[in-house]
């Protein structure tokens, strides 16, 4: 149990800190994937509207959500035995406030603390995620409770038939492709609310909600939802802080054309931003159609949506909000929609003058949530976080507070996310989504890519924590579960992890579902990225482990604590399992390290430079003690079973399996150019 004050943890400079100056490093999981959806009814998105709770939407709750209370001493007892210190704990806003605007569920609130106080029983530290994807539920996501589109005269019943978002629970299977549902980033629905969220002041003056502008509406009944949450936990010694939102969308904010598609992801009938207001104004739009390849996306012909004449809007075409700014209009009668002002969304109408999105939209957003928490809870952390690949931008200029801020990015191995196949040889670096080739350039390629996001963060003053990190377990249609062979997603899983550690930073794992399935995985969207699943619980014993996924990757020694700013290396050989870290702290100076017994059944053998050691009653935490003034301290651990000379040779057939790859890897290259000679 944790049972020292509240406000234990602070952030100095770059760094989080406890009570006696040693910094902290994180390392946990997102508790948990099926939070998104309502426990009560089932609301799994692979189930009907009627049957999910999608259509009434008042009437749901989250109750239950991560898991009946009764279940959490097994999954909680699970993540403290893995060696997770923290917990990115999901809520919704739904979740909070469904029942319409200003009614809360106390029951929830209640069931929430009562949770939260579990995770204390196991020494688990907590911060609340406020999460969404692509808004709500309503419009192929998750977060904002159904009722935000109806205060604005949107029918949420109408989002699918007017293709304004694909929606898992009302789409035909053959057409909700594996992760189509980020392109409702760019649809009608989702990005039309969230520029009202962030900027229906400078882009839609005459939307209002009771008289009050559509932007200060939301984001008042958003931020007072949250801070419910606050005042339900206040005083829990393991809640260290609030996430500000998940992800959240820029909408078409900055969108330069109007009239051209502008997602990364391409799939299903892909509308631009005008045609997508055409069409929930009731009027069908042709555009292409695309679906999954093996190199990306690839048109299949054209399509046309909302062939029913469906209208969005509950008062008419002309209600439609866009068209009544000016962005459009009917010529011909209303046979002829006409793109006015295809760069709208780049500069505010009345001056003329450019929006920024981060500026003028996010920070201050960012500035009202941090003070709406720290009306309840004056000293708790805040996890900033900007829109996925936007790390280089991120900035926080005119941010009323930089104390006790971290930035919480978000990483994923872009070709194994989308395609569902790891390939040691090939990746895409995360922000320019250029390809790397080769197994040791790609693995420098994520190395490089964490790197970047910890030194942007650096250059702002602020800690970093990488909120989201994981991978697909059905790759490869879903073989591992009837092989029960999951190296595939080990190899996967293990190169994330090296990617992390080699840069000491914080992190919390996408996914810990406790009601994950190989059917449905996390049960929502057709993801499954959950490191636990019921259906690989076999009845093996330790009964901690029972149901794990890729385990030996998952679980593996890390250093907790050690003096802040020394960190120089961190590294564990998934092969070898020979663990390494190296510090340059001065004088006296004590780094805890994390041993698992999975990793190590019989014990380690311990190899220091300088220093003592010991361990924990529970031989699971090492303390590594210096005091000298050397230069560099190192510290190196194996399996005890093993003699050196034995390392010696795994350490060399592990270098040969790198060697292995390569010859491979030109191998297909040059069957792929013996190929196109052929054809020529």
Known sequence: QIYRDVNMFCCKGTSVVDQAGQEVIFRGVNLGGSSKVPFTPNGATHRTPEQSGLVDHTNVSFVGRPFPLNEADEHLSRLKQWGFNFLRFIVTWEAIEHAGPGQYDKEYLEYLRAVIEKCNDYGLRVFIDPHQDVWSRASGGDGAPGWTFEVLGINPQNISKCYAALVHQATPPEEYYPMCWPSNTTRYACATMFTLFFASKIFAPKCTIEGIPAQDYLQDHYCKAIQQVVHALKGLPNVVGYGSLNEPGRGWIGCKNLAKYTNDVKLGICLTAFQGMVAAAGTPQTADY?????????????????????????????????????????TDGESNPKLLCPDYFTKDPKTGNPVNYNKDCLVPFFNRFIQSMREVDPKCLVFLEGSPRSEKTFVLDGICTTENIIHAAHYYDAITLFFKKYRSWLGLDWFTLKPSFGASR??????????????????????????EVGIPFDMSNKAAYDSNDFSEQQAALNSSMVALESNNVSFTLWNYCSDNSNQHGDNWNGEDFSVFSVDQKVGSKPAHNDGGRALKALVRPYVQRLPAGSFVKQQFDIQTRVYTLQHKAKGDATATIFVPPLQYPFGVTVQVSDGTFSWSDDKTQLLWETSSNSDLHTLQFWDSAIKDLERADMMAQARFGWFVDWVFFFVLIGVGLSAVILNM
């Open 442 to 467: 790609v693995q420098q390629c994520k190395n490089n890519n964490i790197r970047t996001m910890v030194e942007c963060n650096n250059k702002l003053n602020l800690p970093t924590l990488i909120g």
């Open 290 to 330: 695309y679906v999954p390849s093996i190199i990306g996306f690839k048109k299949s012909g054209t399509r046309t949506a909302n062939q029913g004449k469906t209208c969005l809007w509950k008062d008419g075409q002309q209600a439609e909000v866009w068209k009544q700014h000016g962005v459009w209009e009917w």
